[in-house]
């Protein structure tokens, strides 16, 4: 095994604890199985993710594992990535939290259909970075970098921030909390600020991005923004 595919490993094994440590502290029990399924619907599509990274695109992967915000070069960038990271807290702790003290009922049917939400934002995720190798964790140009308009770039400019919020506002739910779904507001608006930011420094330094944009209205959503 070679060392990227190594730190690779290594950085799921971290998320994974760090992840546990987040459902399990907070509340304070391990007879939680919305979290253990949690798990199981997280992690299973992330390793395939990461395994077919290593087999069919290392460059990728290597864009990826070197992410949060120590990776970014811009100022407001590292500023957003804080924040995303302690509002990734709050979306997987509060459900928890939720969970200890009884305040949500969530029936099992929705808990599942919240874990569908999250298996499919991750699938959404795959076939982005299936149609992107550019699709770095840090916001970069890369030197023989060009724009992607193909796949799920021909629907909306940010087909991967899309992914993640499908994926985000199934996790609450999938954790049987209702009221975990308000830690999902910090986030979702910490990704737009991302993206915003984002286009204008694609705009500037990635040419053909703003014929791209002109051409691709939206943003996250098809036919709404």
Known sequence: MNELNKKA?????RLFATIAALLFLPAWTLDYWQAWIFLLV???????ITLYLMKNDPALLERRVDAGP???KE????IIQTLAAIAFVAVIAFPAFDHRFGWSTV??????AGDFLVALGLVS??????ENTYASGAIEVGADQKVISTGPYRLVRHPMYAGAIVMLLG???ALGSWWGLLAVVPIALVIVWRLVDEERFLARNLPGYSEYRNKVKYRLVPLVW
Not at 42 to 48: E, K, M, S, Y
Not at 107 to 112: E, G, H, L, S
Not at 125 to 130: L, P, Q
């Open 9 to 13: 490993f290594g950085g799921l094994l």
């Open 70 to 72: 120590g990776a970014e």
């Open 42 to 48: 997280f992690f299973a599509p992330v390793l395939g």
């Open 125 to 130: 995720i795959f076939f982005v970075f299936r």
């Open 107 to 112: 029936p099992a049917w929705a808990a599942a």
């Open 171 to 173: 996790v609450p739910v």
């Open 75 to 78: 100022r407001v960038q590292r």
